[in-house]
C-alpha cells in the first residue's frame, strides 16, 4: 500500500512543543558529547565527566554521595568509578568510620582528564553559539523551572518562545 507520510517531517502539533524541542536538544548534545569524548576523550563517557566534575568541586565523597550529587544510578556509579581507576583518575579508600563505605578521591591524573574533558564540553558549547542554537543562558532556565518544580507547560514554553 502506497503512503502520503512524509518520513522526515515532525508532524506540525509536535514541533514547536517545549517537551520536543528539549528532548531533540538532549539527543543532539548528547550525541555530540558521545562523538566529543570518544575523539578527545580517552574513551571516557559523560558518567566519568560527572563524576571527575563533582569530585574536582566538591572534594572526596562516598560514591554514594557521587551517584545523588550527578543522578548517576548506584550501580553504574560502582562501575564508572571502577572503570576511573583502572585508569588512575580516581582512588577508592574505605571509610574508617564506616567499614562498608568507599570515600573516592580525585587524582592529579584525574584532574589533568577533567581539563581534557572539559575542553571537550566547552568546544561544544562554541558549536552550539556559533550555530546560533539554544544558548545555555536558556538551557539553564528551564532547568532550574524544572528543578524548581515550576515545570508546567505553560512555563517551558514562555521560557522557550522568549529566547528563540
Avoid at 589533568?112 to 546560533?132: P, S, Y
Wanted: glycine share 10%; proline share 4%; charged share 25%.
Amino acid at each position: 500500500m502506497e503512503t502520503n507520510h512524509p518520513p522526515t517531517q515532525t508532524p506540525t502539533r509536535i514541533k514547536d512543543r517545549p517537551t520536543w524541542l528539549i528532548s531533540r536538544a538532549y539527543a543532539r548534545s548528547s550525541g555530540l558529547l558521545k562523538a566529543g569524548f570518544e575523539s578527545h576523550g580517552s574513551g571516557l563517557r559523560s558518567y566519568h565527566y560527572r563524576l571527575l566534575a563533582a569530585l574536582d568541586e566538591g572534594g572526596p565523597a562516598s560514591q554514594a554521595e557521587l551517584g545523588r550529587g550527578t543522578g548517576i544510578d548506584r550501580s553504574d556509579v560502582t562501575t564508572a568509578l571502577t572503570e576511573l581507576e583502572s585508569r588512575r583518575l580516581v582512588e577508592r579508600t574505605v571509610d574508617a568510620d564506616h567499614k562498608r563505605r568507599n570515600i573516592v578521591t580525585l587524582t592529579s591524573e584525574g584532574v589533568d582528564q577533567l581539563r581534557e574533558l572539559d575542553a571537550v564540553v566547552d568546544e561544544l558549547v562554541g558549536l552550539i553559539e556559533r550555530g546560533h542554537e539554544v544558548a545555555p543562558s536558556t538551557l539553564g532556565t528551564v532547568s532550574g523551572a524544572i528543578d524548581a518544580s515550576q515545570s508546567s507547560v505553560g512555563i517551558l514554553e514562555d521560557v522557550i518562545c522568549r529566547h528563540r
